[in-house]
T-cell receptor
Framework: DAKTTQPPSMDCAEGRAANLPCNHS???????VYWYRQIHSQGPQYIIH???NNETNEMASLIITEDRKSSTLILPHATLRDTAVYYC?????????????FGQGTTLQVKP | EPEVTQTPSHQVTQMGQEVILRCVPI?????FYWYRQILGQKVEFLVS????????KSEIFDDQFSVERPDGSNFTLKIRSTKLEDSAMYFC?????????????FGPGTRLTVT
């Protein structure tokens, strides 16, 4: 699985969009970008995944650059409950039954 | 929405004792996983399980660890002789692994404290 680089921490004002970047310059053609988050010490929670097209669901949007070497997770209207560690994971998928490899992630602090 | 459940939420045990952590995966899922997270560190993969056998295991998952699906609903992690360094949050996860639903669903975790 390709390596990812994320900033260790970010702040965002409540109600504003949170844009979390991820670099994955060594991503292969068959690898997807996944995002998970972990609120406090709870179990990680899936957010979204994509291959090359931008994706949107009820939680977030995922923007992947044309060269696929980086991506941005967007939480359109961040709330205090979005304070969490966000993990960008690149892996073969989506029918991949293998393990998730978590890095250190980005700690997002949403402030009132 | 269906969810993965884990019991107990917190387990305190003495070094050298055996512990069994229990998980109930989502009912139609076929792939099961255990991860752990030592306080302040990354979430680490331990083992994956499919069709009643281990699919993959990490270096952490040595002979002290075992997994079992004793019936149609439970998935357990046993640590035979606990060490201080086994103190961590243990997360169970399950997955359908389909094109539509590729994500792994995690339980709330069991906090294991070894004294």
């Amino acid at each position: 699985d390709a390596k990812t680089t994320q900033p260790p921490s970010m702040d965002c004002a409540e109600g504003r969009a949170a844009n979390l970047p991820c670099n994955h310059s060594t991503i292969s053609g068959n690898e997807y970008v996944y995002w998970y988050r972990q609120i406090h010490s709870q179990g990680p929670q899936y957010i979204i995944h994509g291959l090359k097209n931008n994706e949107t669901n009820e939680m977030a949007s995922l923007i992947i650059t044309e060269d696929r070497k980086s991506s941005t997770l967007i939480l359109p209207h961040a709330t205090l409950r979005d304070t969490a560690v966000y993990y960008c994971i690149v892996r073969v998928g989506p029918s991949n039954t293998g393990k998730l490899i978590f890095g250190q992630g980005t700690t997002l602090q949403v402030k009132p | 929405e269906p969810e993965v459940t884990q019991t107990p939420s917190h387990q305190v045990t003495q070094m050298g004792q055996e512990v069994i952590l229990r998980c109930v995966p989502i009912s139609n899922h076929l792939y099961f996983y255990w991860y752990r997270q030592i306080l302040g560190q990354k979430v680490e993969f331990l083992v994956s399980f499919y069709n009643n056998e281990i699919s993959e295991k990490s270096e952490i998952f040595d002979d002290q660890f075992s997994v079992e699906r004793p019936d149609g609903s439970n998935f357990t992690l046993k640590i035979r002789s606990t060490k201080l360094e086994d103190s961590a949050m243990y997360f169970c996860a399950s997955s359908e692994v389909t094109e539509v639903r590729p994500e792994q669903y995690f339980g709330p975790g069991t906090r294991l404290t070894v004294t």
